[in-house]
């Protein structure tokens, strides 16, 4: 008991202050001062991680609504028209339209009736003629038509423009074009359709011999129009209108007589495959430069021919292609917004994308890009959307799908009929959907499909866009065109921002740890002194300023020098071997009143003037082997385009961003190798350089792997330098000469001009996310081995 009490007391004695009230105050004011450092270091630890997990999870859930599909909900049914057979084929066979609200719908039927009716209620709006702008009327407008003369065809141009046309029995052609003004009575909307005439009411001849037309095409910008009409006897009639007037008078205006234009006529000879077979289509693109003709032949084969009408006096035929065989016939062909792609249903339910491609030696050539082979019956109509390049398609099932072509996605597969879908109609938003079953009976649908173009197909493969020669990696997010096909490809970032940070390292990483070890292990503690916190201050130095020194001084003088930056190369290696050489021959009383570690400031002067003899040189060098432009020989001898702005630039600029952080890590763990180790070694009879290669540097290589990791993910994530040295293109080409764009510049200049919640906005919020996981994957595992060394040396 007593040895008990006196090993007790003996262990407080050593715990526990003197019982002095002075000193027993200060003890316990010395402990809250540890608890409360400690609670705050964990604190501050804590919210660090805390932080970058608070980061993470909110780049996700920004970026989580890209993976939601589409979606649709019905508002309301309703029938228009009641048992009437004639009255529901004529419905059914009428073309569809919604006005941008998606409030109010027109329906041009073949007997001539144009309705505006709410497309939520099916009743008939309040429309107004242009002849008579005092009253609404409440009714059906009936086309006035010549006597005797009845419809024969009909054809709508692309939907922005509201533009249809009535072809006639008599060889004439009505244009007309649905409208919709918004007015704000009682602070309350208003929207009020009509019809307008912009090339006259009165109709427009297209043969003078009085022959119907069978089929009708057209289309027309703020200068021109082109009319193609088929014949009954198989004449193929194009008529050319162009203004002359000034710029701003270019636009269709109502009531625009056609004496404005002025007219051209032309007949396009057809094939003999045209002539034996039964033409079904005609289609004109939006340019007016390409017409597709769509048939059968005898064989029953859907087969397509292409005209290019680049120049109107002289249609040229370019091309015939086999869309289907005889047993999967084509159903439907359309176009896709902005009139570029041709989408192909078929009776297998199999949806194809067809476009012109520029080929060497062969011209435009349509191909067949891709297919969706996702709907198993007969596609009975096929909608584009008007913004976008989505579309929707409707089957003999009643089975309604949603796809996106870029994006190559089928985002819903749903039956929204019991019936056959005939007609679909889109608002311009694509957020409402009117379908008409071939029993004339409707529903209304909210349409729910934001992002539609994303997929991971569209940012990580290759994809073939329109106008495009061949599928690639395109990053491309805005145009001036409203037809413009968004390309989000984030492999071409990706690949920006490994070569970036690649060609920093390779600048970086061997001056930084050659550096590192020579002050750590042969140069002098005073002159390391000096150095090593005059390297560490670099870090602190603004990027912002590197990257300005970089675009705007550093890429013009490689560009006015560039023989010098290759000379450079061989030239300073072999420069420091011929110094440390001739240092090494002088005699041992000279060494030797140069003090131990000192010796580096000898090399100093003789790397200034190698460095700039040789730029000295570099223009009569370049006149002498590469006629005096050596950036003109390379492109045309070699094949290498050079950029300003290039990756040469880049890695000497990040380089020196990357250099101090890599040094300080490498010359910290390099220095901490234990002293026994190396005196150990030298004891034994190896020299220096023996003992730096076998047991310093295998001792301190897991800190050094660490620095490197750390360097790598601090290029990853630079941002100034990138952007103002790179010319910030995004190109997959690995060469020196060509610059790049990096996720974290694409970002950085996109976000402050993309619309929220846009799809380039999450998109970009993705780029974000990926640069995360990117810059946290290599500083983790910096992180992880750093600590692991600390813990191994700590025991030593």
Do not use: C
Request: proline letters at 5%; zero cysteines; glycine letters at 4%.
């Amino acid at each position: 008991m007593t040895q008990r009490s006196t090993t007790k007391q003996a262990s407080n004695s050593i715990v526990l202050p003197s019982e002095h009230p002075q000193r027993l105050r200060h003890w316990k004011f010395r402990v809250f001062k540890d608890k409360l450092a400690q609670i705050v270091i964990s604190l501050g630890g804590n919210s660090v991680i805390v932080a970058i997990l608070l980061i993470f999870f909110y780049l996700v859930y920004e970026t989580a609504p890209l993976l939601k599909g589409a979606d649709i909900s019905s508002l309301s049914d309703y029938s228009l028209t009641d048992h009437d057979h004639n009255a529901k084929k004529i419905l059914t066979h009428s073309y569809y339209s919604l006005e941008e609200q998606g409030e109010i719908a027109v329906q041009f039927a073949l007997n001539g009736d144009i309705r505006f009716f709410a497309s939520r209620l099916g009743k008939t709006a309040s429309v107004k003629k242009p002849s008579s702008k005092k009253d609404p009327l409440n009714k059906t407008i009936h086309l006035t038509l010549p006597q005797d003369v009845s419809i024969s065809s009909f054809y709508a141009a692309h939907s922005a423009s509201g533009l249809v046309a009535y072809g006639l029995s008599n060889g004439q052609l009505i244009l007309l074009k649905h409208d919709y003004k918004i007015s704000y009575p009682n602070e309350q909307r208003l929207i009020t359709p009509e019809i307008l005439y912009p090339m006259g009411k009165s109709p427009m001849t297209i043969t003078e011999s009085g022959e119907p037309l069978a089929l009708i095409a057209f289309e027309h910008n703020d200068d021109e129009m082109t009319f193609v009409s088929l014949l009954q006897d198989k004449r193929l009639i194009m008529s050319y209108f162009s203004k002359e007037e000034s710029l701003t008078q270019l636009s269709l205006e109502p009531e625009n007589e056609a004496s404005a234009y002025q007219r051209q006529d032309v007949e396009i000879p057809l094939t003999e495959s045209l002539l034996k077979g039964n033409i079904s289509q005609l289609l004109i693109n939006r340019e007016q430069n390409q017409l597709f003709i769509a048939y059968r032949d005898q064989a029953g084969r859907s087969l397509l021919e292409f005209y290019s009408l680049r120049d109107k006096a002289h249609p040229q035929f370019v091309q015939q292609v086999l869309l289907a065989e005889a047993s999967n016939p084509v159903t439907v062909i359309t176009y896709l917004t902005g009139k570029i792609s041709l989408l192909v249903g078929q009776q297998s339910g199999r949806i194809s994308q067809w476009f012109p491609v520029t080929s060497d030696g062969q011209g435009e050539q349509l191909k067949l890009i891709r297919e969706f082979n996702d709907q198993h019956s007969p596609i009975t109509v096929i909608q584009s959307e008007i913004q976008r390049k989505g579309f929707m398609a409707g089957d003999q099932s009643g089975t309604l799908g949603i796809y996106h072509s870029t994006a190559e996605k089928t985002l819903l597969l749903e039956k929204i009929a019991a019936n056959p879908i005939a007609q679909l109609a889109i608002a311009p938003r694509a957020n409402f959907l009117l379908s008409i079953d071939d029993q004339a009976n409707v529903v209304y649908w909210a349409v729910d499909n934001e992002h539609p173009e994303i997929s991971w197909h569209s940012m990580w493969d290759k994809v073939w866009y329109e106008s495009y020669p061949q599928a690639e990696y395109i990053w491309q997010s805005s145009s001036a065109s409203n037809d413009f096909e968004p390309k989000f490809s984030l492999t071409p970032l990706a690949f920006g921002t490994l070569k970036a940070a690649f060609y920093a390292m390779l600048f970086a990483i061997p001056l930084a740890i050659m550096g590192a070890i020579y002050t750590a292990y042969f140069m002098s503690p005073r002159v390391r002194g000096l150095v090593k916190p005059s390297i560490e201050i670099m870090e602190a130095l603004p990027t912002v300023i590197l990257g300005f020194l970089a675009g705007l001084w550093l890429a013009p003088l490689i560009e006015d020098n560039l023989p010098a930056v290759f000379i450079l190369l061989l030239v300073l290696p072999l420069s420091v071997l011929l110094t440390a050489w001739a240092w090494h021959s002088l005699p041992k009383s000279m060494r030797q009143s140069v003090p131990e570690g000192w010796e580096a400031f000898i090399l100093m002067p003789v790397l200034i003037f190698v460095i700039w003899a040789t730029f000295a040189l570099s223009l009569p060098i370049e006149k002498l082997f590469f006629d005096g432009d050596m950036q003109s020989w390379l492109t045309n001898e070699i094949g290498l385009d050079f950029n300003q702005r290039n990756s040469i630039v880049v890695g000497i600029a990040m380089g020196f961003a990357v250099i101090p952080t890599v040094f300080s890590i490498t010359e910290d763990a390099i220095f901490s190798v234990p002293k026994h180790l190396t005196l150990g070694s030298l004891a034994l009879g190896a020299t220096r350089w023996q003992t730096l290669i076998r047991v310093v540097i295998l001792t301190a290589s897991p800190a050094i792997f660490s620095a490197v990791m750390i360097g790598f993910g601090r290029a990853i994530g630079e941002t100034m330098i990138v952007l103002m040295a790179t010319g910030n293109t995004p190109i997959m080409d690995f060469s020196l000469f060509q610059g790049m764009r990096t996720l974290s510049a694409n970002v950085a200049v996109e976000v402050p001009e993309s619309e929220v919640d846009s799809s380039h906005y999450r998109v970009l919020f993705l780029a974000a996310l990926v640069l995360f996981a990117f810059t946290f994957f290599f500083n983790t595992i910096a992180e992880l081995i750093r600590q692991r060394l600390r813990h191994k040396y700590s025991n030593l």
